[in-house]
């Protein structure tokens, strides 16, 4: 964490959010990772440092969300699909060789649309483009427009649901998206790097700026706020 803030002082952002989920975690200790931010605060008092959590698949588990320990404390909760129901659980980065990859697409986006008709208790939908990281090669460019009608799904769904989409620059996020979120009337984005590791912190920040302010979106004059469509700053 420290490291990460270091980072974003010296890129000169105004805010940093951790927002860490992690595969297969042990308990969490929800006081110890406070204790680290309340460190990381002190020692960078010019950068807003918000806590978080990324829930992965909440909605297959309403009880275990329920029991975390302190949820309604943290500053921003994410939402996010790895994993689909097949036999069991299996993570989609392992699914590319056994299906093809329209029907992998689709099943993907169909289980998202399920998170986000769900209660499950975020704010922010996570990378909505997971299967993006994974693509082949082989496959060639990834054709956000072949998906057209399965995203405008969950986009109208998750801007009814007053949810807001995160606009992940892990991969470039196709345009395209953006521009269906405001017409689906999404009101809010926000950006992750998904940085791993410092170096990431902000990644490609300035181009997904520009692509969400090209699809009508933008600062409302608070540098810590979300961004909002037709936003005066």
């Known amino acids: 964490m420290e490291q990460s803030c270091a980072q974003a002082a010296a890129l000169g952002l105004p805010s940093i959010a951790f ?19 309340a460190r990381c605060r002190e020692q960078f008092p010019g950068l807003r440092i ?33 994993t ?16 093809e990859l329209g029907e992998l697409m689709r099943a993907y986006l169909a289980e998202v649309l399920r998170l986000v008709d769900s209660p499950a208790p975020f704010a922010v939908l996570a990378h909505i483009d997971y299967p993006v990281r994974y693509w082949p ?54 950006f992750g790097s998904d940085a791993h590791r410092p170096s990431s912190v902000a990644r490609d920040f300035a181009k997904a700026a520009a692509m969400a302010e090209a699809a009508g979106f933008r600062s409302a004059g608070d540098l810590h706020d979300l961004w909002r469509r037709n936003a005066v700053s």
Request: hydrophobic share 45%; glycine share 10%; with cysteine.
């Open 84 to 99: 689909l129901a097949l036999d069991g659980p299996r993570l989609v980065d392992h699914l590319f060789a056994s299906m």
């Open 19 to 37: 927002t860490d989920g992690i595969w297969n975690p042990p308990p969490l200790d929800t006081a110890a990772y406070l204790a680290c931010v």
């Open 137 to 190: 090669a082989a496959a060639g460019p990834f054709d956000a427009g072949v998906f057209e009608e399965e995203y405008r799904a969950v986009l109208t769904a998750l801007a009814r649901s007053g949810r807001a989409l995160e606009v992940n620059t892990s991969v470039p996020l196709p345009a395209p998206i953006v521009s269906w979120w405001y017409e689906a009337g999404g009101d809010a984005l926000t």
């Open 50 to 82: 918000l806590t978080g959590m990324e829930l992965g698949e909440p909605h297959w588990h309403e009880a275990q969300v329920k029991a975390l320990p302190g949820i309604g404390e943290f500053d921003r909760l994410l939402g996010s699909v790895h």
